[in-house]
């Protein structure tokens, strides 16, 4: 099988990892990294025995498919040059600081008949995985995901940082529009709202509450969800699943609650994306969160902010 040649632009947090994942599969012939940041790509690229090149567009001609982990505000401008280049892209989440430059995306993928995905790293989270086979009809959500401060994507807000990851799980677990949404937020250490929740209403009756905080004093990253005689709860950080139902045993009138563990093989997420996203730029297989899906998720994610904002903006009134 010939290797796909592939790139990673902005090898930051996030960006440093694909690099070390493409220069691990063998179906990946990593031809180089990308970063403004004085000797972040030199400290990536050298352990990897891979390249430097000083500005993404050195990568035209050189690459089939590239990763893109710049700040969020440049995966428009960035992404579409390489998509009129002929290039498959990988862009990280959120898809695009605007759905405009979402739009822009997704047209121009399309018009040159090149992959665009999105990097919803919890899709391929094998936790999650299961939890999409046994998901049937649910009726009630209750998310959290907290972490500590960091200086890493103070550029936007938690809602399109972290709480978006819920947003694209929950979207793909319920088939039915939103109807309503509630979301109250509030700037602690940065100038963007750093904590919020948000009440979702689908139209569908189902309901969603939502928490995402990066000033947190610990680690969380959970979901729990009801549905019919069904109670299900997902730690995404030890990819497992807790399901509890009622079992009417010998006929009971009073049902016992029964509980049992999905343990999948533990494989790094990181690791499936990367894989799928190679698969599909060869045309194998389909795309798994293409621009359209990452788009709806941004779409719910900017409603929420709106909400949060004014929100907060209210509360300082009052103040």
Same mark, same amino acid.
């Given at each position: 099988m ?7 632009v902005?090898v930051?947090?996030?960006g440093?990892?694909h ?11 990593l031809?180089?990294?990308v970063?403004?940041h004085?000797?972040?790509?030199e ?7 891979t ?9 035209f001609?050189?690459?089939d ?5 710049t700040?969020?505000?440049l995966?428009?401008?960035?992404? &579409?040059?390489?998509l ?8 990280e ?6 759905l ?6 997704i ?11 999105v990097?919803?790293?919890?899709r ?5 995985i299961?939890?999409?086979k ?10 959290h ?46 100038r ?13 009756g ?9 000033v ?10 009801f ?25 009971a ?6 509980g ?5 093989e ?6 499936l994306?990367l ?5 599909a ?10 621009g ?8 719910? &994610? ?11 903006a ?6």
């Amino acid at each position: 099988m010939d290797r796909i040649r592939v790139g990673v632009v902005g090898v930051g947090a996030l960006g440093q990892h694909h690099a070390r994942v493409y220069a691990s599969l063998p179906e990946a012939d990593l031809v180089g990294v990308v970063d403004p940041h004085p000797g972040r790509a030199e400290a990536v690229a050298h352990p990897l025995g891979t390249a430097v090149f000083p500005h993404h567009r050195d990568l035209f001609g050189k690459v089939d498919a590239v990763s893109i982990a710049t700040p969020t505000t440049l995966h428009a401008e960035i992404g &579409a040059e390489f998509l009129r280049e002929g290039v498959h892209v990988l862009v990280e989440k959120p898809i695009a600081p605007s759905l405009e430059a979402a739009d822009l995306l997704i047209r121009t993928a399309e018009r040159n008949g090149r992959v665009l995905q999105v990097g919803h790293l919890e899709r391929f989270n094998p936790a999650v995985i299961e939890l999409r086979k046994v998901v049937h009809n649910p009726r009630f959500f209750e998310a959290h995901r907290m972490g500590l401060f960091s200086p890493r994507s103070l550029d936007i807000d938690v809602i399109l940082d972290l709480m978006i990851h819920d947003l694209d799980i929950i979207g793909l677990l319920v088939p039915s529009p939103v109807a309503e949404v509630s979301a109250v937020g509030i700037a602690i250490l940065s100038r963007r709202i750093d904590i919020a929740n948000t009440r979702l209403r689908f139209e569908n009756g189902c309901v969603a509450n939502i928490t995402a905080s990066r000033v947190s004093m610990e680690k969380i990253r959970k979901l729990r969800l009801f549905q019919r005689q069904e109670y299900i709860s997902l730690d995404y950080t030890r990819q497992d699943l807790s399901v509890f139902q009622l079992d009417h045993k010998g006929g009971a009138a009073i049902p016992e609650i029964a509980g049992r563990t999905i343990t999948p093989e533990r494989q790094e997420p990181l690791q499936l994306e990367l894989r799928s996203f190679l698969h599909a730029a060869r045309g194998l297989g389909p795309v798994e969160c293409g621009g359209p899906e990452g788009r709806k998720a941004l779409a719910l &994610a900017l409603m929420i902010l709106e909400k949060a904002e004014k929100a907060q903006a209210l509360e300082f009134d009052r103040a």
